[in-house]
C-alpha cells in the first residue's frame, strides 16, 4: 500500500507551557504541517508513504528533507526553490489558557509551487491514495491548479482521493472555502468533514438538536448528491480545559454511522496533529479494510495517544494504538 500527500511542511516554532509568546526568551524547534503529519503517522502503521512538496534550498530545506527521511517518508518528489520557509509560532495553552497559532508563510516555496515543479504521472505510480487539505487549498489559486490536475489523474488511474476539509479562518473565508470545496467534491472519496463544514461551507441545515441525529442526516445527504464518497468521519471534542478533553471518532460507511467511546484526555502535551493521527488512522483501516467498530476506536485511541506527545506528528505504532483500545491505560511496559 502507498499513500502520497501535497501540502507544505513548516517550520514550528513553539513556546513552553505557561510561556507567552511576548514573553519567551527562546522558542522550541520542529516541523509540521497536515499532510506530513498523516504521512508519517501512516508509515509508523507500515503504509508506503511519500509527500510531494516544495522546500527553500537552504539548511533549514534540508533539515525538513532529512527530518522526513529519518520518518521513512519518500522524498523524491520534493522541489526545492530560493524562497523562503514557511513558519508557525505555536504558544502552549494550559488549563483555561487555549493555545494560540500564528502563520509566518507568506510567500514560501511551496506557497510559490508550479505544476512544472511536480512530474504527476511518476508522483502517482503504483499509488493507492492521494491525500490533501483544505490548508493546502487555501494558500493560492496556482496550487488549487495543481490539485485539480492531479484529482483528474488520481480518477484516471482509479486512485483514492482522500480529503480533509480542516477549515482555516485566517487563510481564507468561507466564500471562499465554499467555491474550491464544490470544484474538488466529485474527485473526493474520503471526506474528513463535521457538523460546522456541512453548514458553513456547504451550506446545508437541517431540524435536529442531537448532535449524532445532524451528522447522520448530513453525511446521508452528501454522500447521496455525491455517490464518489464511499467515506467519511469527523470527531466530537468536549473541552474541559487546555489540559483535559474528551474526544469521540465518528465514521460513515454504507449509510451508517459509527460512534467511538467517548475516552477522557487527561494532561494533554500537544494538541496540534490530533486530527492528523485521526485522519491517518482512518485512511489505514480503509487500505485494510478493517471492520467500522474496529475503526472508529483505533482512530480515536490513535488521536488521543497523539495529545501524549510533543510535535505536530503521532509517533506511534499499531501495536500500541491496539494495547490502549483493548487494555486501556495500563502498567509500565517492561
Not at 21 to 47: D, M, P, Q, R, W
Not at 153 to 168: A, F, G, P, Q, T
Not at 216 to 241: A, G, L, P, Q, V
Not at 257 to 275: M, Q, W
Amino acid at each position: 500500500m502507498k499513500v502520497v500527500g501535497l501540502g507544505e511542511i513548516m517550520l514550528r516554532l513553539s513556546t513552553d507551557k505557561g510561556v507567552r509568546i511576548s514573553n519567551t526568551n527562546s522558542f522550541n524547534v520542529n516541523y509540521g504541517g497536515g499532510e506530513a503529519n498523516v504521512l508519517i503517522s501512516l508509515s509508523k502503521f507500515g503504509i508506503d508513504t511519500r509527500l510531494i512538496t516544495k522546500l527553500s534550498n537552504n539548511h533549514i530545506g534540508q533539515s525538513i528533507l532529512e527530518y522526513l527521511n529519518s520518518k521513512n517518508v519518500d522524498t523524491n518528489f520534493i522541489s526545492k526553490g530560493e524562497d523562503r520557509t514557511g513558519i508557525y509560532f505555536l504558544e502552549m495553552g494550559s488549563g483555561n489558557r487555549n493555545s494560540k497559532v500564528i502563520y509566518d508563510r507568506k510567500n514560501s516555496a511551496f506557497s510559490n509551487i508550479k505544476l512544472s515543479d511536480i512530474n504527476i504521472e511518476e508522483a502517482l505510480k503504483d499509488v493507492d491514495m492521494f491525500h490533501f487539505s483544505g490548508i493546502t487549498l487555501a494558500l493560492s489559486q496556482e496550487i488549487r491548479k495543481i490539485i485539480l490536475e492531479i484529482l483528474k489523474v488520481c480518477k484516471e488511474k482509479n486512485i483514492l482521493v482522500s480529503y480533509d476539509s480542516n477549515y482555516r479562518s485566517t487563510l481564507w473565508t468561507l466564500g471562499e472555502a465554499r467555491d474550491a470545496t464544490l470544484e474538488i467534491l466529485p474527485y473526493i472519496n474520503v471526506l474528513s468533514a463535521g457538523i460546522l463544514d456541512a453548514e458553513n461551507i456547504l451550506n446545508m441545515n437541517c431540524e435536529y438538536d442531537d448532535k449524532y441525529d445532524k451528522l447522520n442526516y448530513y453525511y446521508n445527504h452528501i454522500s447521496k448528491d455525491y455517490n464518489n464518497i464511499k467515506y467519511m468521519y469527523s470527531s466530537f471534542r468536549d473541552i474541559e480545559s487546555a489540559s483535559i478533553n474528551r474526544l469521540q471518532c465518528n465514521y460513515f460507511i454504507d449509510n451508517k454511522l459509527y460512534s467511538s467511546e467517548i475516552r477522557t484526555i487527561d494532561n494533554i502535551i500537544d494538541r496540534v496533529g490530533g486530527g492528523d493521527a485521526l485522519a491517518a488512522a482512518i485512511l489505514y483501516c480503509i487500505l485494510n479494510d478493517k471492520d467500522p467498530r474496529y475503526t472508529v476506536e483505533f482512530a480515536n485511541c490513535a488521536s488521543i495517544l497523539k495529545h501524549s506527545i510533543y510535535g505536530d506528528a503521532n509517533l506511534v505504532s499499531m501495536e500500541e494504538v491496539e494495547d490502549l483500545i483493548y487494555n486501556g491505560v495500563s502498567k509500565i511496559k517492561r
